[in-house]
């Protein structure tokens, strides 16, 4: 909305009004705004919820040791994160841009999805919340519009990258093609042509090899954002985890964005040219600020937990980003925590069940999600199981430093996420 008001008095010579014009005044403002509205908001959500005693479900004694600390702490923090990203988009963004209204929808939609489930376990004091099949639902739906946009909107372009070879191939130059086009083409590390169309994958389709090329793309859309979304959600179980590692993951996304929408910094790192997506950087930079400043509040010791109503979120809009951006199969590189946690979990589960038809009790790990390894006392651990990782970690680690380790390694991650762009 000011975007619009200022490019308008711009005609009239209004001092400053040419700065909304630049992505980078915009973007930085957006921060700096969604900081200041996630901490000022926060406070007084916070208060809010505890006036009305809306708080989560006591925690499991036996999984936290910390949990006894955790009782009375609102949740549905994910309001306070939700409404810091929106306020500032709506106020910076370009609204008719294609990628800001789907990161929007996303942002709406599965804020919805998990304040459902947070409502059902805070207001209904239901601790299962919302059936595991229709989070799965709506999460599958995002993905099939979000996919279909993608197909069907005209605005949803990109130009690809070509390397051009001179003198005897001594020296190589990349060019952008000139007409922009809408193409199943993403970006793939460590090789030298560093693009997958997926309509080569289905090429066996013949003459609908590019239909059956997008069928593949929006597939793979809604298992990205389901897998991500179930991610980011596994992760968010101790104080801060899950709000610090997605500002970082969103950091470097901002950066792959950026760059993605500059014609000769994508020229430099050899990768396509999405135009319009500078959009984006407006988006990301309001949800680095809403996370940064929510942090102020759910740093341990927590006073609000962002519940679904946030992680479900954070993790939707994580993928998406990077499907706008084509760079979804970096997802699993940048985005290597939620993957661990969530096969941890996975690895857990199917252990148990072999060892159940065998008439063993054993486990891989302590506890899952990983990061419940790290926690666990020893005095917690069942006599009657058998642990492959028993003595991994020998004792427990304090909650604050397993989320500050796992904060390093995923700045590794995502540092090496960027550097892949250049090794080939």
């Given at each position: 909305m000011l975007y619009y008001l200022f490019r308008f008095l711009e005609q009239f010579g209004l001092p400053g009004s040419n700065l909304w014009s630049y992505i980078s005044f915009r973007a930085l403002l957006a921060l700096m705004l969604a900081l200041v509205i996630s901490a000022w908001f926060g406070e007084y959500f916070i208060k809010w919820m505890r006036r009305h005693n809306f708080s989560e479900v006591q925690r499991d004694a036996s999984i936290d040791p910390y949990g006894e600390k955790k009782k009375n702490v609102p949740s549905m923090g994910g309001?306070?994160?939700?409404?810091?990203?929106?306020?500032?988009?709506i106020l910076l963004g370009r609204l008719r841009n294609i990628y800001m209204i789907l990161m929007i929808v996303t942002t709406v939609w599965l804020g919805m999805l998990g304040f459902i489930d947070d409502y059902i376990k805070n207001f209904k004091k239901n601790k299962d919340g919302l059936s595991g099949k229709f989070k799965i639902l709506g999460q599958v739906i995002l993905g099939l519009i979000v996919g279909l946009v993608l197909y069907?909107?005209?605005?949803?372009?990109?130009?690809?990258?070509?390397?051009?070879?001179?003198?005897?191939?001594?020296?190589?130059?990349v060019v952008h093609k000139s007409e922009a086009v809408k193409s199943t083409k993403t970006t793939?590390?460590?090789?030298?042509?560093?693009?997958?169309?997926y309509s080569s994958i289905v090429s066996f389709c013949g003459q609908y090899k590019t239909q059956a090329g997008w069928i593949l793309f929006v597939i793979v859309t809604i298992f990205v954002i389901t897998a991500v979304s179930n991610g980011a959600n596994l992760n968010d179980g101790m104080d801060g985890m899950a709000a610090g590692n997605s500002a970082?993951?969103?950091?470097?996304?901002?950066?792959?964005?950026?760059?993605?929408?500059?014609?000769?910094?994508?020229?430099y790192l050899n990768i396509m040219y999405?135009?319009?997506?500078?959009e984006l950087v407006i988006f990301i930079c309001a949800m680095i600020g809403a996370l940064i400043g929510f942090l102020w509040y759910n740093a341990y010791p927590a006073q609000i937990f962002m519940g679904d109503t946030g992680s479900l979120t954070i993790g939707g809009v994580?993928?998406?980003?990077?499907?706008?951006?084509?760079?979804?199969?970096?997802?699993?590189?940048l985005c290597g925590v939620f993957l661990v946690e969530s096969l941890s979990v996975i690895l857990q589960v199917e252990y148990f069940?072999?060892?159940?038809?065998?008439?063993?009790?054993q486990r891989l790990f302590k506890r899952t999600p990983i990061h419940d390894n790290f926690r666990v006392l020893p005095e917690q651990l069942d006599p009657s199981c058998r642990y492959v990782f028993k003595n991994w970690p020998r004792g427990a680690w304090h909650e604050s430093k397993i989320?500050?380790?796992?904060?390093?390694?995923?700045?590794l991650l995502a540092a090496a996420t960027i550097i892949t762009l250049k090794i080939r």
């Open positions: 309001i306070i994160i939700i409404v810091s990203v929106l306020v500032p988009c069907f909107s005209p605005d949803a372009v990109i130009r690809e990258n070509v390397e051009i070879e001179h003198k005897g191939g001594v020296h190589t130059e793939i590390p460590f090789v030298k042509n560093n693009n997958l169309d970082i993951i969103c950091i470097a996304l901002g950066i792959l964005a950026y760059v993605s929408s500059h014609i000769e910094y994508a020229s999405i135009p319009g997506s500078q994580i993928a998406v980003l990077a499907i706008i951006i084509h760079k979804e199969l970096l997802i699993p590189l069940k072999l060892g159940k038809r065998k008439g063993i009790r989320t500050v380790r796992f904060w390093i390694t995923t700045i």
